[in-house]
């Protein structure tokens, strides 16, 4: 290979990196922890920790959540209703009240207990939808960051696979010993070649997720004959979408019970997941079932849209071949089936990638400090700031936030907001920290991390009795996930303080802070 | 049954990445002492790593079937590499009975 293009590779890869690279580790970071983010809403909504559903077919629709749904909702459209599934053992109602918010509640599929409202975005709330739109609404900006650092990730990791001179010979170098600057490269080459498959795979599959909003001229330009309906029309063929204005007399809904039974006969015994009731009380209102993918990677789009009145099927559909392939490009993306090795291994290779991420950062700064210093320019420094405050920083404040939400009373108005409020602000918080400890700033930060993450734990014990002995008795495995995963990840971002104390604690290991505070959270 | 598959795929492709380390003069100097110049048979070595990951990504499909068992295998065999890569940084010398097999 030429020597010019190698060396226009790495200035690339270099540059490409340091400017995207705090965002990228927010989109792995938060991708991680959504892998468990129904765990996560388990140990941030106690109220929700039933016992896990009866295996032994569905709950009655009609006797437990219909009533709640008539009572809270009212006509407001749509009510969707979430069925129990192996990792959520409730009833999950969303609709939208009076200013168009959806609002989340839960049910006890068993007896139809509505749940007290949660007050919490959760993981689900928050970390997922933190992970594809940043929380960004304007424009979809958040949409367009996270598609131009998928796209700069691509092309992250060709210009990387270029630039590494002995990857086979490399292949399982890291020698913590060497020098920082060695030691941190070794640590990203490693964690970066060794899950590279799993890199490539899931930012491009997260591209072609969103290929609507990435790539709008392919279905534009194919569906232009439909003129204004063009978008209309493509997510009928392409999502199955089906539509019907309401009447505006009313009419009483039928047993939704009725209808599941009637798609699940559709589906030789394929199970429902979703039910969505489309202007209940209307003389015109439907209801959509769409069909479980729990034991599936494709993400099926088997849909079955009933006559909310006569319960008569108006419209069934099924994914056809080129959704197939994207569907099953998604799968593979969401994780949404049931195979716990996986989902750990997901989890794992994502916070691979984070270690990948904050080395690179790393030895950008550790290949530069001593030069910077002596040439008097504040390069360092400002990348240093930026570098704690989106990688160390966030991890603070991910913990800041779980810990908000145990302390935080139950009946305060807004609580979804001031948790989120919380998380901003201690976010903030690292970055000023960051500018005014400098060097300082990893070590202090690493010992926020162990301190938060062992005080979430006692403070679940605490608040709801679900101590970890409890947890793991009662076989309460996304409880006592959370909790274990917080409290090894304060034990080795403990370790990491120490270790960068020892080491004369300037410029630290990012990678072991990060492997480190690898908590779901 | 499926939990004996899983470990054994896991043996499998630790084992066979030990080996295609073990092919490599820095790591079995590392693993067999100073005096071990390098690995007798480099070649072979190779071969019978590339066997073992064959085998481990064979369990997991028998166990998962070709689709899950594809993606479990991949996975699988980057944290067996992972595995790999620390013993080697922090304790070289578990793999030293495997090296003292091979000589």
């Not at chain 1, 997510?235 to 039974?261: H, I, K, Q, Y």
């Not at chain 1, 599936?296 to 080129?322: E, K």
């Not at chain 1, 530069?368 to 990348?383: D, K, N």
Request: aromatic content about 10%; hydrophobic content about 55%; glycine content about 10%.
């Amino acid at each position: 290979m030429r020597a010019g293009f190698r060396q226009s590779m790495t200035r690339l890869h270099t540059w490409a990196g340091v400017v995207i690279g705090a965002l990228l580790f927010l989109i792995f970071w938060m991708g991680s922890l959504s892998v468990f983010d129904r765990e996560v809403d388990r140990w941030m909504m106690p109220m929700t920790r039933l016992a896990p559903a009866s295996a032994s077919g569905l709950a009655s629709l009609d006797t437990t959540v219909r009533p709640v749904a008539e009572q809270l909702a009212g006509g407001a459209s749509p009510w969707t209703i979430l069925l129990p599934t192996a990792r959520v053992p409730t009833l999950e109602l969303r609709y939208p009240d009076g200013a168009g918010e959806i609002v989340r509640r839960h049910v006890d599929p068993a007896s139809g207990r509505l749940l007290a409202a949660a007050g919490s975005a959760g993981g689900n709330g928050f970390f997922f939808p933190f992970h594809y739109k940043l929380h960004l609404k304007a424009f979809d900006l958040g949409y367009w960051l996270v598609g131009l650092a998928g796209m700069t990730m691509l092309v992250l990791l060709v210009s990387g696979v270029i630039i590494h001179r002995r990857i086979f010979s490399d292949f399982f170098t890291f020698r913590p010993a060497r020098a920082m600057p060695r030691a941190t490269l070794d640590l990203h080459n490693l964690s970066g070649v060794l899950a590279l498959p799993f890199h490539f795979v899931i930012t491009l599959s997260g591209l072609i997720i969103l290929f609507a909003i990435y790539f709008p001229v392919a279905w534009q330009t194919a569906y232009a004959p439909a003129g204004p309906d063009a978008r209309q029309a493509f997510n009928r063929e392409a999502f199955g979408t089906w539509r019907r204005p309401p009447a505006g007399v009313p009419g009483p809904l039928a047993s939704l019970d009725a209808m599941l039974a009637a798609a699940q006969a559709q589906w030789q015994g394929g199970r429902p997941y979703m039910v969505r009731v489309w202007h209940p009380g209307d003389a015109a209102s439907w209801v959509e079932v769409r069909r479980s993918f729990a034991d599936d990677i494709t993400m099926n789009l088997d849909t079955v849209y009933f006559d909310g009145v006569t319960g008569a099927v108006l419209h069934r559909h099924q994914a056809r071949p080129v959704m197939r392939v994207q569907r099953f490009i998604a799968g593979l993306h969401f994780v949404q089936f049931e195979h716990w090795t996986l989902r750990w291994l997901y989890f794992l290779a994502g916070l691979a990638g984070c270690l990948m991420i904050g080395t690179g950062l790393l030895f950008w700064l550790e290949a530069r400090r001593a030069r910077h210093l002596r040439q008097g320019v504040a390069g360092v420094r400002l990348v240093e700031g930026l570098t704690v405050g989106g990688t160390a920083g966030l991890i603070v404040a991910t913990l800041a936030f779980l810990v908000a939400n145990r302390l935080l009373p139950l009946d305060l108005a807004a609580r979804p907001a001031i948790e989120m409020n919380v998380f901003f602000a201690a976010w903030g918080v690292t970055f000023v920290h960051a500018g005014w400890r400098a060097a300082h700033a990893w070590r202090e930060q690493a010992w926020a991390m162990a301190v938060l993450a062992t005080a979430a734990v006692a403070l679940n014990g605490l608040t709801t009795g679900d101590h970890l002995l409890r947890t793991l008795a009662a076989g309460n495995w996304a409880v006592a996930g959370v909790d274990g995963v917080l409290l090894l990840g304060a034990l080795v971002a403990g370790g990491v303080a120490r270790h960068l104390r020892r080491r004369g604690a300037e410029a630290p290991a990012v990678g072991g802070a990060r492997a480190a505070a690898g908590g779901r959270g | 049954m499926a939990e004996l598959l899983l470990g054994a795929a896991f043996a499998a492709g630790y084992l066979g990445f030990a080996l295609f380390a073990l092919s490599q003069p820095r790591h079995w100097q590392a693993v067999a002492g100073r005096a071990a110049v390098a690995p007798s048979r480099p070649l072979a070595l190779r071969m019978a790593g590339w066997s073992g990951l064959i085998c481990a990504f064979t369990l997991v499909v028998l166990r998962d079937g070709a689709a899950f068992g594809s993606i479990l295998g991949a996975l699988l065999l980057a944290a067996c590499a992972a595995a790999v890569a620390l013993t080697l940084s922090w304790r070289p010398k578990t793999l030293a009975p495997l090296a003292r097999a091979l000589r």
